[in-house]
């Protein structure tokens, strides 16, 4: 079996699971933020159901709309905020206290190695990078998670991408991530779980793990799945909050294709819009100016892409014609951001430093842009109108890729800074 | 049950910002949202969409977010089906949780136009392009969905599950 066949089948309590079957499986955690939740929390409050299946096993982060936008984001925030109360939820992060979830649950050890999670967002794939199978769901999954402690899964066909070499300077996760997009498309892993493999693997650091599994999402995938390794171990041993189990895929396993990447050929990568799968290669990018540089979200907020920003930032300026703006994704990471001066870089080089939230990630606010501009973020979407106007355009990069254009006032690299 | 109603047609990758941007997520009321339904794409659809409309689309309708918003919105708006050469796998379940009939038939959406008018038959498996004077075999439900189905929702089949416990 695969490393998603063997996590699959342990928690439907069988001893083998093939593709295409149905299953109902146990989940360890379940997800939800101040978007998705209160449509779950109002169907578990129709059908009169008084207690959560486990108080501990659930988790609610608000992120999205907070600190509360307007009166209706306020609203909605307190949907969760009375139902944690009421219900007994253990894990629900206040404003002060919180991230953008799919950072702060694997830091604040919620997830495990070898765990089920359902998450009621798109992203809760991310947690595949720490050897969990983790995957998004809707509210009423959600709901009936909240519930049963239960979730019904299709077990997925596994694509193997096997990565060989080591990336060269300014080349990090997310351009892993978004050549494999590029080269397989926006569906081109459609309900299937894209498993990591190959001797690459000892050059990619957890961060940029969780990044490329935060992403499978964009492939079309199920889940994005790495074996568990050294990395992992060290990861795991300092953070997770329960017992792990490691899962190993068979070496007999069957995989519908099989990808290979040479890490060291890669280039850093920008998707265009409006898809992800719009990559290209930095050095083909051409003359595009900017109005707006993100650097935050659930994919590139962790201190790693934030000290690699300020590598390029250090001692530079923002360009005139730009607005940087840089979304620490937890307060652990806003913390540390201060402690090691990477905050004072920023500010000192004219950026915006907010508090965490998923902000202008998905246009909600924060950074909104206007007709026509054009903004280069560390997120995952490019979609139409993502980040504001249904006119304005994101493009994609990795954090060193973002700063560096910030300077430029255009799309660059930091190699290009004179 | 027989569906019918027009085509409404879209391309390829229709994702859930454009069937329902983020600014409107502050509110899950299902009315609200369908005033905005498909407003990234498509600013006419909302105000003109009729009860029993059909959205037609290619590839991976519904990529993107987990948003329940969008089968919500698109439910709300009137719309009775969405048939797509394929669909998100996201947005495949919640629709089928909430109870939106979404059917892959790759070879209709090819040749529906917009505008043409198009009948649905679930039992029968049934789609027909009136208009063109076309029928296409639908594919049929498996069965723990039909399960599913059969109880009125994901919901209500967790919680007799859980009272059988
Ligand atoms: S940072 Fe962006 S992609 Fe991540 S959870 Fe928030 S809105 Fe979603």
Redesign the pocket.
């Known amino acids: 079996m695969t490393l998603t066949e063997k996590i699959l089948a342990r928690h439907a309590g069988k001893e083998t699971v093939e593709p295409g079957e149905l299953i109902l499986a146990r989940v360890d955690l379940a997800l939800g933020n101040d978007v998705t939740s209160p449509i779950a929390i109002q169907a578990v409050r129709n059908l009169g159901v008084r207690e959560v299946f486990d108080r501990e096993r659930i988790a609610l982060v608000p ?2 709309f907070t600190p509360n936008k307007d009166i209706a984001s306020a609203e909605q925030a307190r949907i969760m905020r009375d139902f944690a109360r009421e219900y007994g939820i253990v894990n629900y992060f206040e404003v002060g206290r919180m991230g ?3 950072v702060l649950l694997p830091d604040e050890g919620l997830v495990v190695p070898g765990d089920l999670v359902i998450g009621a ?1 798109s ?1 809760t794939c991310t947690y595949g990078a720490l050897c969990a199978f983790s995957t998004g769901v809707g509210s009423t999954d959600l709901a009936a998670a909240m519930i049963s402690g239960e979730v019904w899964l299709k077990v997925p066909k596994s694509i193997r991408i096997v990565l060989s070499g080591k990336p060269r300077k300014w080349v990090e996760g997310k351009d892993v991530i978004l050549h494999i997009i590029g080269e397989i498309g926006g569906d081109g892993a459609l309900y299937q779980s894209m498993e990591y493999a190959g001797d690459g693997l000892a050059a990619l650091p957890m961060a940029w793990r969780f990044t490329i599994s935060n992403m499978a999402i964009e492939a079309g995938a199920k889940n994005g799945i790495f074996p568990f390794d050294k990395i992992t171990k060290s990861y795991a041993d300092e953070r997770a909050s329960r017992k792990y189990t490691v899962v190993e895929a068979d070496r007999d396993a069957q995989y519908a294709a099989e990808i290979g990447i040479d890490l060291g050929a890669l280039e850093p990568q920008v998707a265009f819009p409006h898809m992800p799968e719009n990559t290209r290669s930095l050095s083909r990018v051409g003359n595009v100016p900017i109005d707006q540089v993100v650097v935050g ?2 994919t590139n907020g962790r201190i790693e892409d934030l000290r690699s920003a300020c590598e390029v930032l250090r001692g530079r300026k923002v360009h005139d014609g730009v607005r940087m703006i840089v979304f620490p994704a937890t307060q652990e990471i806003y913390l540390q951001a201060m402690r090691e001066g990477l905050m004072e870089i920023f500010v000192t080089a004219g950026a915006a430093f907010s508090t965490p939230t ?1 902000g202008p ?2 246009g909600g606010h924060m950074g909104i842009l206007a007709k026509g501009e054009k903004a280069v973020a560390t ?2 979407r490019n979609f139409v109108g993502r980040m504001g106007h249904p006119e304005s355009e994101v493009y994609l990069s990795n954090p060193a890729v973002a700063a560096a254009s910030a300077v430029l006032g255009r799309i660059g690299g930091p190699d290009e800074i004179p | 049950m027989a569906l019918k109603g027009r085509a409404w047609k879209y391309g390829d990758d229709v994702d859930t910002d454009v069937i329902i941007p983020a600014r409107y997520l502050n509110t899950s009321d299902p009315e609200e949202l369908a005033r905005h339904c498909m407003e990234g794409i498509d600013k006419e659809y909302a105000a003109k969409v009729s009860s029993g409309d059909f959205l037609v689309a290619g590839k991976n309708f519904g990529c993107g977010s987990s948003r329940e918003h969008a089968p919500i919105a698109i439910k709300a708006s009137g719309a009775s089906a969405v048939i797509a050469r394929s669909f998100a796998r996201i947005f495949y379940r919640n629709a089928f949780n909430m109870g939106l009939p979404i059917f892959e038939v790759p070879q209709a959406v090819d040749e529906i136009d917009a505008g043409d008018v198009l009948t649905l038959d679930m039992r029968q498996g049934m789609l027909r392009n009136e208009t063109k004077g076309r029928k296409y075999a639908i594919a049929p439900v498996p069965p723990f969905m039909q399960e599913l189905v059969a109880a009125g929702g994901l919901l209500n089949y967790m919680a007799s599950r859980r009272k059988g416990t």
């Open positions: 992120d999205h953008i979830e799919h967002d992203h979200s659930c998923c990630c998905l997120t995952n």
